[in-house]
Nanobody, 121 residues
Framework: QVQLQESGPGLVQPSQTLSIICTVS??????????WNWIRQAPGKELELIGY???????YYSPSLKSRTSISRDTSKNQFTLRLYSVTPEDTAVYYC?????????????WGQGTQVTVSS
């Protein structure tokens, strides 16, 4: 059973960089057909895809956040990382990492518990 765990700062000041690490256990981030996603949910809003890294290391960014986002991975630690630059209070949200499986369709089959990030001075 794969498990994902986010670790993040909780509070970030405006204009600073948000960094969150997702540690994966019970499965490798290089396994075929697995996509490792960053998703967030701001208060009162729907889930928003930030981007993902796939098993080969290919990285996709949502166009709306691409200019401020960096996703990377460390296969030796079985972790992947989100960095969001120049944050504003509008980036306040619960941030999730999630595994997506793509095989004759796609679905999110494992989620981290989420980490609350508040952008405030």
């Amino acid at each position: 059973q794969v498990q994902l765990q986010e670790s993040g700062p909780g509070l970030v000041q405006p204009s600073q960089t948000l960094s969150i690490i997702c540690t994966v256990s019970g499965g490798s981030i290089t396994t075929n057909y697995r996509y490792w996603n960053w998703i967030r949910q701001a208060p009162g809003k729907e889930l928003e895809l930030i981007g993902y890294v796939d098993e080969s290391g290919y990285i996709y960014y949502s166009p709306s956040l691409k200019s401020r986002t960096s996703i990377s991975r460390d296969t030796s630690k079985n972790q992947f990382t989100l960095r969001l630059y120049s944050v504003t209070p509008e980036d306040t949200a619960v941030y999730y990492c999630a595994r997506e499986t793509r095989s004759y369709g796609s679905w999110y089959d494992s989620w981290g518990q989420g980490t609350q990030v508040t952008v405030s001075s």
